[in-house]
C-alpha cells in the first residue's frame, strides 16, 4: 500500500474574517464610517480589509455598498445643516474631498494653443552626429554653416 502524503500545514494565522463582518461594514457606513473605523472595529489592519475583499467576494460587494452609503450619509449631513450656522462646511468639504475625490476634486482643464488661439506650430528638425563624418563631410558642413551665418 502506498503511504499518504501528509498534509501540509496552512502558513501564517488563520483569517479573523467573519460573513457577518459585511452586514457590520454596511450598518456602520450608513452612520458615515470609514476604513478605518471598519479595520479599527474588527481588530485588523486596514490592508487586510483589502486582502478580505480581494478574497470574498460578499466582502467586496458589501464594501462597495457601503462606499455609498457613507457618502450618502455625509451628503444628507450636509443638505440638513444648510442652514445651521455652526456647521463646518469647510470641514465638511475637506473631509468629503479626502474621501470621495472622484465626485468632489476640482477638474482643471488647460488648453494649448499656438499664437492667437491657432494650431500648435512643429517643425521636425534633422539632427546630424557631426562625430560619424569624415573630414571633408565635416569642411562641408562648417561652410553651409558659414554661409547660413553671412546670410542673416
Not at 43 to 48: K, L, M, N, P, S
Not at 54 to 60: C, L, T, V
Request: proline fraction near 3%; include cysteine; charge should be negative.
Amino acid at each position: 500500500m502506498a503511504e499518504e502524503a501528509p498534509k501540509k500545514r496552512p502558513v501564517g494565522r488563520p483569517s479573523k474574517y467573519k460573513p457577518e463582518y459585511c452586514e457590520r461594514v454596511i450598518e456602520m457606513a450608513s452612520e458615515g464610517a470609514s476604513m478605518a473605523e471598519y479595520a479599527a472595529e474588527f481588530g485588523i489592519d486596514r490592508t487586510t480589509l483589502f486582502d478580505w475583499r480581494d478574497q470574498h467576494e460578499e466582502f467586496s460587494t458589501a464594501l462597495a455598498r457601503a462606499k455609498i452609503l457613507e457618502q450618502a450619509w455625509f451628503e444628507r449631513e450636509a443638505r440638513l445643516n444648510m442652514r445651521n450656522k455652526e456647521f463646518n462646511s469647510n470641514l465638511w468639504y475637506r473631509s468629503a474631498l479626502s474621501r470621495f475625490r472622484d465626485d468632489y476634486a476640482e477638474r482643471r482643464i488647460t488648453e494649448v494653443t499656438g499664437a492667437d488661439g491657432g494650431a500648435i506650430k512643429t517643425e521636425t528638425v534633422a539632427r546630424i552626429d557631426t562625430k560619424a563624418l569624415d573630414a571633408e563631410q565635416r569642411e562641408a558642413l562648417k561652410a553651409a554653416l558659414m554661409a547660413v551665418a553671412d546670410d542673416k
